[in-house]
């Protein structure tokens, strides 16, 4: 089992910069890939970015190819979002999300983190 837990969420203007983070319990965490998803009000969650277990390979949306970057520690157990020049469309719900096989379909991640709200305000 593998319990997420998400942070670093909150209020910025646009232009802005925030930087997620996901701290994993669980002693195979190198053997999960990765994933960041996210729901606007209304919307349906989508995917945002996913990395390999090593960390060798990143995969965005195209919404955010550019802007976002993921990483992971995975001594720490934890992987990272780092958001830049942030646009209020950007405002969601982040989660993140564990995987035995990359990919960006949400029924590929068996374990999900609890959320965290990004605001970017205009």
């Known amino acids: 089992q593998v319990r997420l837990v998400e942070s670093g969420g909150g209020l910025v203007q646009a232009g802005g910069s925030l930087r997620l983070s996901c701290a994993a319990s669980g002693r195979t965490f190198s053997n999960y890939a990765m994933g960041w998803f996210r729901q606007a009000p209304g919307k349906e969650r989508e995917f945002v970015a996913a990395?390999?277990?090593?960390?060798?390979?990143?995969y965005y949306a195209d919404s955010v190819q550019g802007r976002f970057t993921i990483s992971r520690d995975n001594a720490k157990n934890t992987v990272y979002l780092q958001m830049n020049s942030l646009k209020p469309e950007d405002t969601a719900v982040y989660y993140c999300?564990?995987?035995?096989?990359?990919?960006?379909?949400?029924?590929?991640?068996?374990?999900w983190g609890q959320g965290t709200q990004v605001t970017v305000s205009s």
């Open positions: 999300a564990a995987s035995t096989t990359i990919g960006q379909a949400m029924d590929r991640y068996n374990y």
């Open positions: 990395i390999t277990g090593s960390g060798f390979r990143q």
